[in-house]
């Protein structure tokens, strides 16, 4: 079983950071993408940034050049740096990874979500 363990959200006021933090532990044999999803009140879900093993990124267009992800494989671990924060990024935030689990049928790919931390920006 893997768990990925959220922290680092909280209250802040438009134009302040926060950094999130998402570590996992478990059987894991590797991680290929980890990222960082939100989820707003009554809106659905929507990727933030994906990250690959070799460190490729993805960002959504509406926090380009303000959120910055990253990620250290040797502690199985991702952040989040949000800068310049806004009012509507009020969410949710949920950190997924694709773990690859080692069984006896040989390796295989798993999707996991953390639990979720909240984060709220104040205008």
């Known amino acids: 079983q893997v768990q990925l363990v959220e922290s680092g959200g909280g209250l802040v006021q438009a134009g302040g950071s926060l950094r999130l933090s998402c570590a996992a532990s478990?059987?894991?044999?590797?991680?290929?993408?980890m990222g960082w999803y939100r989820q707003a009140p009554g809106k659905q879900r929507e990727l933030v940034v994906a990250?690959?093993?070799?460190?490729?990124?993805n960002y959504a267009d509406s926090v380009k050049g303000r959120f910055t992800i990253s990620r250290d494989n040797a502690k199985n671990t991702v952040y989040l740096q949000m800068n310049s924060l806004k009012p509507e990024d009020t969410a949710v935030y949920l950190c997924?990874?694709?773990?690859?689990?080692?069984?006896?049928?040989?390796?295989?790919?798993?999707?996991?979500w953390g639990q979720g931390t909240q984060v709220t920006v104040s205008s």
């Open positions: 990250i690959t093993s070799g460190g490729s990124t």
């Open positions: 478990g059987s894991i044999f590797s991680i290929n993408a």
């Open positions: 997924h990874a694709n773990v690859v689990m080692d069984t006896a049928w040989g390796t295989k790919e798993y999707s996991y």
